[in-house]
């Protein structure tokens, strides 16, 4: 409406198609009261104008503002949304203040964030479609407790949001939300989903291999244990086994205490002596299990020794020094370094190689398998550390997770194919709907 | 004495006796070998007992009477039945415990981090949209997104991930991929290694800084006295297992 006025008020300049004749005698006088009547519009419609232009400039209220506990968190943490402005741009900033539940006024509230206008969306966080709590384009901020701020989960706290622009400032409703912490991480509802998939797959590879053989492929580095254990044999020396710096709740230590099991129970078949020194405590208690089964099944239970399994210290460099001591004074023949692995790495694997032995590493710490690659006779890399026990037990359990940890693999490959495919059609017709399917293989903790 | 002086001495001493172990095992390294055990045993004892059994059992338990916390504590006193061959059985829990719990928290966070996060940073569109010119395919090698370096990623990630296909043989045009996918992990472990030994290489720069240090007059020249003693000391046990006779066996 504003855009017309001039136009209609111009037009009314235009002549009449009134029929002379039946015009009055105040006629003549029409062209002044109009010329008059227009000019007075004219001023008024003006008026309008550039006082709406200038409620334009003015910052206005932040809109829709909402304040809420943060969904899918552990507590002490609120989220404020809030719909985008007109005037959202670098030069306006918003700022988030919080207070205590019984502030009224603004003055008694906390800055605890300040941003310009056109940052924080709710498309920057990272997030999933199945959790996001506003559209795209709205603002988000999540206040969590920290040095701004301390949030008590269950406690009441009055939020709002104000919008400034130069010494302008418009503050929001006063909003009150109180932080609790979530049984549920909706967020990774997709790693559920996932992990329920490969177990399912995993079982039924399972399944599969208990009624069928599976074929695996040859692994040098395994092929090797045999080797390294019957040289260990003929030569009379003992075989160095570490399962490296982690505890038990590592994949890589569980998969180390699990070829230890094989080792051990070789050795005790060869009759050679097994030298396990432990950085954890508990690691060495479940080696000692496990070596005491691994000689027991072997048919062998006296000559399973209590103290092949010994803890050195969990300090690194001294735990390093101790084993690198071992290495030259009981001259093994064989070294095995399975499980996690850090700076240690390369000091022992040098020692060993400086004292002759055949050495055999398998880790998943891939900064180090560098030093592994370089300094041993065979290296498991990775997942090979993993497909290790399966491939020496030949057991239908560890050989059906290996089939089902191949088809996950296989999933994973079709799955960034096919979101390679969808990414590229989103990029390419601007379609949001792809980000639908890319988003459940999203990392949203 | 000042205790910084002591503490030159004692550092310069045992820096020089671990580098002796560069020339060979020799009693200087086991002594500072086992000194170093030593002293990290007890420390993580002493460490131990104030972390776990005051600050984290003794203190919460007795005076704030958070009872629950005996449930972990009786847990992890069935660990101790180990030592009694009778009641071993009951350790089991415990190390079912430890493994369950392991897995619980290994499993989300692996899923997390080595599957979803790798497919989320290959998951890359081929084009690229830029300002003023549209949907594109980069050739820029410069810029990690372009497209020509999504491809890199794609062969990389795809060829490496075959390789580790474990009930798959590696013949024909698969031994061609998996050839590719070791040639990935190679470069990647190279450009590793290289900014591994630069970091070592730093730690190494760390010790002869404090060893020049310490040459200085006002700590007593340390360095030079000690270096001169484990030089001699290596001489003289030299000299020592030549004039030995042979071992018997």
């Known amino acids: ?445 | 004495m000042d205790a910084t002086i002591i503490g030159a001495w004692v550092a310069t001493g045992l820096t020089l006796f671990i580098f002796s172990f560069l020339y060979k095992d020799n009693p200087l390294f086991k002594l500072a070998e086992n000194l170093y055990v030593g002293v990290s045993v007890g420390y993580t004892i002493v460490k131990t007992y104030d972390t776990v059994i005051v600050h984290l059992i003794w203190k919460p338990i007795v005076e704030n009477q958070e009872w629950t916390l005996l449930i972990p504590v009786a847990i992890g006193l069935l660990m101790l039945t180990r030592y009694v061959p009778k009641a071993a059985w009951l350790s089991r829990y415990a190390f079912a415990f430890i493994v369950g719990v392991g897995a619980g928290l290994a499993i989300p966070r692996t899923v997390s981090s080595f599957i979803l996060k790798q497919i989320e940073d290959t998951i890359r569109p081929l084009l690229m949209l830029v300002p003023g010119e549209g949907v594109t395919f980069s050739w820029n090698l410069m810029n990690p997104a372009s497209s020509v370096n999504v491809i890199i990623v794609l062969i990389g990630v795809s060829s490496v991930l075959f390789y580790f296909f474990f009930s798959v043989e590696h013949s024909g045009p698969g031994k061609m991929v998996a050839r590719t996918g070791v040639m990935f992990l190679m470069i990647a472990f190279g450009a590793a290694f290289g900014y591994t030994v630069m970091a070592r290489m730093s730690l190494l720069i760390g010790r002869l800084t404090d060893l020049i240090e310490y040459s200085d007059p006002s700590y007593g020249r340390p360095t030079l006295w000690l270096t001169l003693v484990t030089i001699g000391t290596l001489i003289v046990l030299s000299r020592r297992s030549r004039s030995e006779p042979p071992d018997s066996h």
Not at chain 1, 298 to 311: C, I, Q, R, V, W
Not at chain 1, 333 to 340: K, P, T, Y
Not at chain 1, 377 to 383: F, K, P, Q, V
């Open chain 1, 1 to 445: 409406m504003l855009k017309k006025p001039p136009s209609v008020v111009l037009a009314s300049f235009r002549p009449s198609t009134y029929p002379r004749g039946y015009a009055s005698a105040l006629h003549s006088l029409r062209p002044c009261w109009m010329v008059f009547l227009n000019i007075l519009i004219l001023i008024v419609v003006c008026g309008v104008s550039s006082a709406v232009v200038l409620a334009e400039d003015h910052l206005a209220v932040p809109a829709n503002l909402q304040v809420f506990d943060t969904p899918n968190d552990g507590g002490q943490s609120l989220t404020v949304n809030w719909a985008p402005g007109a005037l959202d741009s670098p030069d306006v900033r918003y700022q988030v203040l919080v207070g205590d539940a019984g502030a009224t006024d603004v003055a008694a509230l906390k800055v605890v964030a300040e941003f310009p206008a056109h940052t924080r969306l709710v498309k920057d966080a990272k997030g999933a479609w199945w959790t996001r709590t506003a559209e795209r384009n709205w603002h988000q901020f999540t206040i969590r407790s920290g040095k701004a701020v301390e949030l008590k989960d269950g406690t009441v706290y009055t939020v709002t949001v104000a919008m400034l622009k130069g010494e302008e400032r418009i503050v929001g409703p006063l909003l009150q939300a109180a932080p609790t912490p979530n049984w549920f991480n909706w967020n990774l509802v997709n790693n559920l989903v996932l992990t329920l998939i490969f177990g399912g797959v995993v079982f039924f590879s399972i399944a599969h291999a208990r009624r069928r053989d599976i074929f695996l492929r040859r692994i040098p580095g395994l092929d090797a244990v045999d080797e390294a254990i019957g040289r260990a044999t003929e030569l009379g020396k003992p075989i160095l086994y570490l399962t490296g710096a982690h505890d038990m709740s590592d994949p890589s230590t569980i998969a180390a205490a699990v070829i230890l099991g094989r080792v051990a129970k070789k050795t005790a078949a060869y009759e050679t002596e097994l030298l396990v020194p432990h950085r954890d405590p508990i690691t060495m208690a479940v080696c000692q299990e496990i070596t005491k089964q691994a000689y027991l099944e072997a048919g062998k239970p006296d000559l399973f020794k209590e103290d092949s399994n010994f803890f050195i210290t969990s300090d690194q460099f001294s735990y390093t020094a101790a084993v690198d001591g071992i290495m030259l004074r009981k001259q093994p023949a064989a070294n095995f370094f399975m499980g996690s692995y850090f700076a240690e790495a390369l000091l022992l694997t040098e020692t060993g190689a400086s004292t002759g032995a055949i050495q055999i590493a398998g880790t998943d710490s891939d900064h180090q398998l560098p030093f592994f690659v370089t300094t041993c006779d065979y290296t498991l890399i990775g997942e090979e550390l993993y497909a290790a026990s399966a491939y020496l037990s030949r057991e239908p359990v560890q050989l059906g997770t290996l089939r089902g940890q191949d088809i996950g693999k296989a999933m994973i490959l079709s799955v960034i194919a096919i979101g390679i495919l969808l990414a590229t059609l989103g990029v390419a017709t601007q379609a949001a709907w792809p980000q639908y399917f890319l988003d459940f293989f999203k990392d949203v903790k």
